[in-house]
């Protein structure tokens, strides 16, 4: 079981802080913080990096490992975390993603070259297709940065895929150059405001998605890695930041996400590992988005950035214990949808099969009380979703089931309907006989209301 990547990255001290500094390196993982009442804490994640650390060094730590997981298939996340005006966006985009300096190229460009370089060596083993799709938490709506007119994603869950957004834009893209063509359109239309903080500080969470299949003619197996960088907004302090009306709005949004965050962290790495704990992933859109990657499905990194003032210990401190706990998650990532193109269909088929069943056979002993509650209790108990709040997930697995049990019942109707006219038939050749064999004397022996009473009861 493989732990979550967390490394601490402290930014050059900006124009308006003051130089003290609040970190001192002792190796490459550990460092003492000193906060504003000089009390110190020792950290020690898995890699420090400094004012002078380039881009290239995180890149190869943090990123570079999960990106080639990602190109075999092993669903990888990077999340860039800290308080607002920390760096995150730096260490994510760099200064811009096209034309940049090279030495100050951010994660993504980074990341978006060597899943090129690293699919064109393995080229020989398999054929690659990726597809790119860009959204932001803006507010809590997931937006389409890929197509405006997709404001409100809808998050759903599917057992064999994870996580989805549904009709989300998802653009192929063959190489390096045109995907950072598409991320820069895409970033355009993030949502970027001005606080006494950050002149350019993003107002929202922004996921990069990519999905890579590759084909393999050798073996005919597919396998789909998804890759997500995510540069989250920034926690923050309206007394710092100055923010008043939509600016402040937006930063209730953001801190309250970015709570219910750490409420997922802290859910995630408490309690009894043997007791299975309620986490919190549907308190907003962003642990929702992150339910695959936070839950262990997905290897893992997060960059902790922080400001290196004494000015800005407490959000500093905050961000080094989030990261403290994120290092306690643990995760199990897997390899996705690895089978091959003749056994999937079987295999997938025979599954789907007996759970539809299984479903069929619960739904029928129970048709009387038949209710969404029920269908909701079958679902679980199958796998097919994994928790009985989302309207999303029983209308998706609604949808699945509903029409297989539609199909099966009408066939019990028919079923029921050709016994029930073969019974008729059968109640007729009896009622002629039994006619003919004793009424005539019975007829004649009983009181006429008798003999009416017991002819209508044939009839009827
Ligand atoms: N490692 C670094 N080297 C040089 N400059 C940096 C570094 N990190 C951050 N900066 C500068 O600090 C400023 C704030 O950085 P950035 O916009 O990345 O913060 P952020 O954490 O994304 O903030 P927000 O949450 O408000 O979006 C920018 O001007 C950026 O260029
Ligand atoms: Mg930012």
Request: charge should be negative; include cysteine; glycine fraction near 6%.
């Amino acid at each position: 079981m493989s732990n979550v990547t967390v490394c601490a990255r402290f930014r050059p001290l900006s124009s308006k802080e003051i130089r003290d500094l609040c970190v001192r390196g002792i190796d490459p993982e550990t460092f003492v913080f000193q906060d504003d009442k000089e009390d110190e804490f020792t950290f020690s994640l898995d890699r420090v990096f400094y004012e002078d650390s380039c881009q290239a060094a995180v890149y190869d730590f943090l990123a570079l490992p999960i990106m080639i997981d990602a190109v075999n298939a092993i669903n990888g996340t990077i999340i860039t975390y800290g308080q607002t005006g920390a760096g995150k966006t730096y260490s994510m985009e760099g200064p811009g993603l096209q034309d940049c300096d090279e030495h100050k190229k951010g994660l993504l460009p980074r990341v978006v070259d060597g899943m090129f370089d690293q699919i064109s060596s393995s080229k020989d083993i398999a054929s690659f297709t990726v597809k790119l799709s860009m959204v932001e938490i803006y507010m809590e709506k997931v937006r389409d940065l890929l197509d405006l007119s997709k404001g409100n994603i809808q998050i759903k869950e599917n057992k064999t895929q994870g996580i989805l957004l549904s009709g989300v834009t998802e653009v192929p893209v063959s190489d390096s150059a045109e995907a950072l063509h598409y991320l820069s359109t895409g970033l355009a239309n993030r949502a970027v405001g001005e606080t006494q903080m950050n002149i350019s500080s993003s107002r929202s969470h922004c996921a990069y998605l990519f999905t890579i299949q590759q084909d393999s003619d050798k073996d005919k197996r597919t396998k789909t890695g998804k890759l997500i960088l995510v540069d989250l907004a920034g926690s923050e302090k309206a007394d710092k930041t100055g923010a008043e009306g939509k600016v402040l709005e937006e930063a209730k949004t953001i801190n309250k996400s970015l709570s219910a965050l750490g409420n997922v962290i802290n859910a995630l790495t408490s309690g009894s590992p043997s007791k299975a704990n309620h986490i919190p992933y549907r308190d907003s859109k962003l642990t929702r988005i992150l339910q695959d990657a936070l839950g262990g499905n997905s290897r893992m990194a997060l960059l902790c950035c922080c400001s290196p003032s004494t000015s800005n210990a407490s959000e500093t401190l905050s961000t080094l214990r989030f990261g403290m706990r994120a290092k306690h998650i643990k995760a199990s990532p897997r390899a996705s949808e690895v089978k091959s193109a003749k056994t999937q269909e079987e295999s997938s088929s025979i599954t789907k099969d007996e759970k539809c069943g299984r479903i069929l056979e619960k739904m029928k002993e129970r048709m009387s009380n038949e209710d969404i509650k029920m269908l909701e209790e079958v679902f679980i108990q199958e796998g097919i979703i994994f928790s009985p709040d989302s309207i999303e997930e029983v209308e998706t697995a609604y949808e699945d089931v509903a029409s297989k049990t539609i199909k099966s019942l009408q066939q019990t109707v028919e079923e029921l309907l050709l016994k029930i006219k073969k019974l008729e038939t059968d109640n007729k050749g009896i009622q002629e006989q039994a006619l003919r064999n004793y009424v005539p004397d019975l007829v004649g022996k009983m009181p006429r209301f008798i003999s009416s009473w017991y002819a209508s009861f044939f009839t009827s």
